[in-house]
């Protein structure tokens, strides 16, 4: 698991690394209208992507994983060719019924498509355990979004509509330089029954998929209907630098936990089972919860390092509202889904999202007339943390997620250990210079260390003490 984890979290650290510099250069670049035509194509993208190939995606562990027999690369593979034609459908739809999206439309299209094959890539590295593979294509894939989103802004002037192309040909050009690695051969032949288990399988989960993506999405759409795209572009700067530091980290996670998930309850092995939901819940929030606290406390001069000009006032009240909106989303997605996909309950998920999206739905309805900006901030927290709750009750009627309360003490002690310097000296040491930033951070993270070591959390002083203890290798005697 530990291993797993490593790999899976250098190669989201990579890419977070990568879409932070992102944000600062094109928060710089782009003005918020900009950016907001950015933000509002991205979105798009990303529920059409889950609406239309998440019955995939989320069908390759549950299938592949501990079945060695099974391989559905071919199966799958004609189902994503055959679904190509829908583009000039979807292109004339949108248009049609939304004229507003018509500046990013066909990017933003062709970006949906090219989410569902990579993903599909990756899912088949996770299943197969290759970790590194999984690792290299997707720093390849944010390299190559970096450097095209330059030369399409910078060079070209295309604007926000040159950021959605430059990350759509990034996703089309690194599933065709790993198109090897997944397509040699030998395949197995196209198999009608499986390609029937899929869709009974996955067409549930592509629902409750594309109702989490909504719910990811839905505050930049009201807020650019409300708003316009600016306003959508000042909340999704602020969105996107949250999600570059909480999301992949419990990503790299969530990414390990589900595949060896699946092993143990393959062997029936509950208390295994139990013991590594319990050891990846602490893990999760040993790393994520010191993170939001952390962000909550820099947030101003994080703003100010990070963002360009028009956007740092806005977004350093939203920062902090938007990092504990991550946290609960985190744990509902990376842990408490695990349940569901494991006992391939996906009318349990889908129930779970469906709430959360009309709490959310409700909440920004009520909150944004009043509050703007921060009210769908705080729209957003409400509906995660009342999802999460919602989503551990369901757990009962799928596999009943271990809690360990011992766990969730430890992390909490010692991120308030880790908040009371940091904040101290953010208050002490209010401007913006490198050591006004820099010793609120490294105090938050030496007290954090300290106290990570000190209490035993994710076993850390346990593994090395066993590895101070193995025994050294003996030279050879000439």
């Not at 799958?76 to 190509?84: F, H, P, R, V």
């Not at 095209?148 to 089309?172: D, I, K, M, R």
């Not at 029954?193 to 996955?202: D, H, M």
């Not at 309950?345 to 920004?364: I, S």
Request: aromatic share 10%; net charge positive; hydrophobic share 55%.
């Amino acid at each position: 698991m530990v291993r797993q984890v490593s790999t899976y979290l250098v190669a989201n650290i990579v890419t977070a690394i990568l879409g932070f510099a992102s944000v600062m250069i094109f928060t710089r670049l782009l003005g918020p209208h900009d950016y907001g035509v950015y933000i509002l194509g991205f979105s798009l993208a990303s529920m059409l992507s889950a609406f239309l190939f998440n019955w995939i995606k989320s069908s390759v562990v549950p299938f592949t994983a501990g079945h060695e027999e099974t391989d559905l690369r071919l199966t799958a593979g004609l189902a994503l060719l055959c679904m190509t034609p829908l583009i000039p459908v979807l292109y004339f739809a949108i248009a049609a019924l939304a004229p507003g999206y018509a500046e990013s439309l066909l990017p933003a299209i062709l970006l949906a498509f090219g989410i569902g094959l990579f993903e599909f890539y990756l899912e088949t590295y996770r299943a197969r355990q290759k970790t590194r593979l999984y690792l290299v294509s997707t720093i390849v894939r944010a390299v190559f979004a970096l450097i095209l989103s330059l030369l399409l802004v910078n060079v070209f002037g295309l604007g926000g509509t040159g950021l959605v192309t430059s990350v759509a040909l990034s996703y089309g050009l690194t599933s065709l330089l790993f198109a090897a690695t997944i397509w040699r051969g030998p395949l197995k032949p196209f198999e009608p029954k499986l390609l029937r288990a899929l869709l009974v399988f996955g067409l549930p989960m592509t629902v409750s998929s594309t109702v989490f993506v909504l719910q990811t999405m839905l505050d930049r759409f009201v807020l650019a209907g409300a708003m316009g795209e600016h306003a959508a572009g000042l909340y999704g700067a602020s969105a996107d630098l949250v999600r570059q530091i909480m999301l992949f980290p419990g990503v790299a996670i969530g990414t390990a936990v589900v595949p060896i998930a699946v092993h143990f309850l393959a062997r029936d092995d509950h208390n295994g089972l139990d013991q590594h939901l319990v050891e990846s819940t602490e893990m999760l929030l040993a790393i994520l919860a010191p993170a939001a606290a952390g962000l909550a406390i820099v947030a101003g001069k994080l703003a100010f390092v990070v963002l360009g000009e028009e956007f740092r006032i806005e977004a350093t009240s939203l920062i902090p509202i938007l990092a504990l909106a991550w946290l609960f989303r985190s744990v509902t997605y990376q842990i408490l889904h695990v349940s569901f996909q494991v006992k391939r309950k996906p009318g349990l998920m889908l129930a779970q999202g469906v709430v959360t999206l009309a709490l959310n739905a409700a909440a920004l309805f009520i909150l944004v007339p009043r509050f703007g900006l921060a009210g769908a901030a705080w729209a957003l927290v409400l509906s995660e943390a009342l999802g999460m709750i919602i989503g551990y009750v369901l757990t009962r009627w799928s596999y009943q997620l271990p809690l360990a309360p011992p766990s969730l003490l430890r992390v909490g002690l010692a991120t308030l250990i880790m908040a009371l310097p940091a904040f101290w000296l953010d208050r002490v040491m209010p401007g913006y210079g490198a050591l006004d930033i820099a010793l609120p951070i490294l105090a938050g993270v030496l007290a954090y260390g300290l106290a990570a070591y000190g209490l035993d959390i994710a076993g850390i002083r346990t593994r090395l003490k066993t590895l101070a203890a193995s025994p050294k290798p003996t030279p050879a005697v000439r």
